[in-house]
């Protein structure tokens, strides 16, 4: 073994078991070894200041001596306690699943490594210059443990072709068969275990990535109603009444108040059908979001109808903080603007400001988050069923409206009502497309609120908006929230004003 100080490249093809120092966390959540001079290596598995055993894996040909990968063999000391120590991970899965990588790390650590991840993110990756007090404190998930409202599970096929289920083993598509996860709550699990006996029960096969029936199991649960979705190849005729019966005989022991089967016909490995041909019980559910009490809103706990398939935040408790720090950033940045430009009319006759747009609106969460304090809302989405629920989840808020439109027509809709007051959006992982980046560029909306679960995209977006000859924008805070306690992942709400608007 040899320790950090003396890392030398293994030979292409070849092997090598260094002893490292970990210093710190990669964006993506993995372990950083580095030490000046020396290659920096990226750890799959540790926590910054473990000193470990790793295997170093045979270096790229042509890939350079700047960095190298490699795998946790065994930790050979803790992290000390100068550094905030550790804990027993509690799951007895941790060791091989991939959910939930930093149990070992306490809660404290773990906010304070996002705060870190995400202000690199925006400083690496956007080159954004920004100020000590623009980045807040982050906002903590409401339970470290059960916070989940949807887990999504894999089947595989086992021993003597019976399906199994479970979770990701770390780093692989391989799954693990699971028997609790601490992030669902005790009646999702039982449910989930009923649903896997029903499935070895059932003569049914597990798909393989090729061939095989069974795909994926997911669990949603909301506003004390459960729901399980089970996802499937394409079926034959003889297995679409065992699947029928399989459903039916959940939802009528109680385990599950809702079933789905859907079909997915795509090979990519995704927990997603295409189509539901069949569903029996409660094939909705109501996520309750309490937002905050302000002067002139509605004041009320927003309720929103999800079906088996809508996007919606998995830390649902959390989710009304995400939602609630995302209004009081937009209110705030709304009344800076009104302060900066006194001649503008910035307040209706009915005491509202005139009007807010959502895109990638989903089922409406953060439009009508928004809603009680303008007089026009606009949602614009481009997921039919998501736009019809969102219609529902309206009911009470008749000045707001939502369009299945995708984002990429936001230069449309913008030459046809000229900007709002208020753009906010939620778009997806890989951030929000350039197309749509140029059209708020060029109708430069007043004010931008942003809403992100990654940080390297974030970072992307916002030095598009803010630097360059086109730099229309500045931001004015930047807040984390823990949507995921036991991962790196974090998400995060951006207020931003726009620019010279004296």
């Keep these: 073994m040899r320790d950090a100080s003396t890392i030398s490249c293994p030979h ?28 920096v290596v990226f750890v799959r598995g540790g926590l910054p200041g473990q000193r470990i055993l790793a295997r170093v894996a045979p270096q790229r040909a042509g890939g350079g001596k700047r960095m190298l990968e490699a795998e946790l063999v065994r930790v050979l000391a803790p992290v000390p306690g100068n550094m905030g120590g550790e804990r027993p991970a509690p799951c007895p899965h941790a060791e091989d699943c991939g959910g939930c990588p930093w149990q070992a790390l306490p809660y404290t650590g773990q906010l304070a490594w996002k705060e870190r991840l995400l202000m690199d993110a925006l400083v690496r990756i956007g080159k954004l210059r920004l100020s ?90 909301a506003g004390g109603a ?166 529902q989840n309206a009911g009470a808020f008749p000045q707001a409206r939502f369009e299945c439109a995708d984002a990429a027509r936001l230069g449309e809709y913008f030459r046809r009502f000229g900007p709002p007051e208020l753009l906010v959006c939620d778009p997806p992982r890989a951030g929000m497309d350039e197309k749509t980046t140029q059209a708020i560029l060029r109708a430069r909306p007043g004010c931008l609120v942003l809403v992100s679960c990654n940080p390297a995209t974030l970072a992307r977006d916002l030095a598009r908006l803010t630097t360059g000859d086109a730099a229309a924008y500045e931001i004015l805070a930047v807040r984390p929230v823990d949507m995921f306690p036991q991962t790196p992942h974090v998400e995060c709400v951006v207020s931003l004003r726009a620019k010279g608007a004296e």
């Design 132 to 221: 000590p007090h623009i980045l807040r404190p982050i906002i903590p998930s409401s339970a470290e443990w059960g916070c989940r409202n949807k887990m999504e599970f894999a089947f595989a096929p086992g021993v003597k072709g019976h399906p199994l289920l479970g979770l990701r083993r770390r780093n692989s598509r391989e799954v693990v068969e699971t028997s609790s996860c601490l992030l669902a709550s005790p009646r999702m699990m039982a449910a989930f275990c009923a649903l896997r006996e029903a499935a070895q029960h059932s003569g049914l096969s597990a798909w393989d990535g090729q061939n095989g029936l069974l795909r994926h199991a997911v669990l949603r649960e």
């Design 12 to 39: 292409h093809g070849t092997t090598t078991d260094l002893e490292l120092v970990l210093t710190g966390f990669a964006h993506d959540g993995r372990c950083v070894a580095r030490r000046e001079g020396e290659p």
């Design 226 to 391: 459960l729901l399980a979705e089970l996802i499937t190849a394409p079926v034959k005729e003889c297995d679409t009444a065992c699947i029928r019966s399989l459903g039916e005989e959940l939802v009528a022991s109680g385990m599950v108040d809702g079933f789905a089967h859907s079909v997915r016909q795509a090979k990519s490995d995704v927990a997603y059908g295409e189509s539901t041909p069949f569903s029996t019980g409660r094939t909705e559910l109501t996520e309750i979001l309490d937002l905050p009490r302000t002067p002139g809103g509605h004041n009320e706990p927003l309720r929103l109808r999800l079906g088996h398939a809508s996007f919606f935040q998995v830390n649902g408790p959390t989710a009304s903080k995400l939602y609630g720090e995302a209004l009081n950033m937009a209110l705030e940045a709304l009344e800076g603007a009104a302060n900066r430009m006194p001649g503008k009319q910035w307040k209706t006759g009915a005491g509202k400001l005139p009007s807010c747009w959502d895109i990638y609106s989903g089922v409406g969460g953060l439009a009508l988050t928004m809603a009680p304090y303008f007089e026009h809302v606009l949602g614009l989405e481009n997921v039919a069923p998501a736009v019809r629920l969102a219609r």
